[in-house]
């Protein structure tokens, strides 16, 4: 499996963002997908998660309201939709799919075993 983030870049202060994973495998549908973040200095942290149909949602306190997770399964693809951009939301952002095909959101970094690359956010003041 292989997971390939994109979408990063610079932007000012209450801008938007839309980050992407493309998938490769047949059983991306399977599978929850989530978002994590790591600014320089911390640890990662949980951003968002969907479930494999895409029924079920979970967001990070600190973007509930501001960021969306959405997903594509005919594209292999999962989207994070980033509104309303605060400086502190400065991080690589990473994708990653499930450990297992239990479909509950895990927001920890062990509950999942594929990692895209990372994408580089920067939100300027």
């Known amino acids: 499996v292989q997971l390939q983030a994109s979408g990063g870049g610079l932007v000012q202060a209450g801008g938007s963002l839309r980050l992407s994973c493309a998938a490769s495998?047949?059983?991306?549908?399977?599978?929850?997908m989530a978002w994590f973040r790591q600014a320089p200095g911390k640890e990662r942290e949980f951003v968002a998660g969907?479930?494999?149909?895409?029924?079920?949602?979970y967001y990070g306190d600190s973007v509930k309201g501001r960021f969306t997770i959405s997903r594509d399964n005919a594209k292999n693809t999962v989207y994070l939709q980033m509104n309303s951009l605060k400086p502190e939301d400065t991080a690589v952002y990473y994708c990653?799919?499930?450990?297992?095909?239990?479909?509950?959101?895990?927001?920890?970094?062990?509950?999942?075993?594929?990692w895209g690359q990372g994408t580089q956010v920067t939100v300027s003041s």
């Open positions: 495998g047949r059983t991306f549908s399977s599978f929850t």
């Open positions: 990653a799919r499930s450990r297992t095909l239990i479909a509950t959101i895990s927001v920890r970094v062990d509950g999942y075993d594929y």
């Open positions: 969907i479930s494999g149909s895409g029924v079920s949602t």
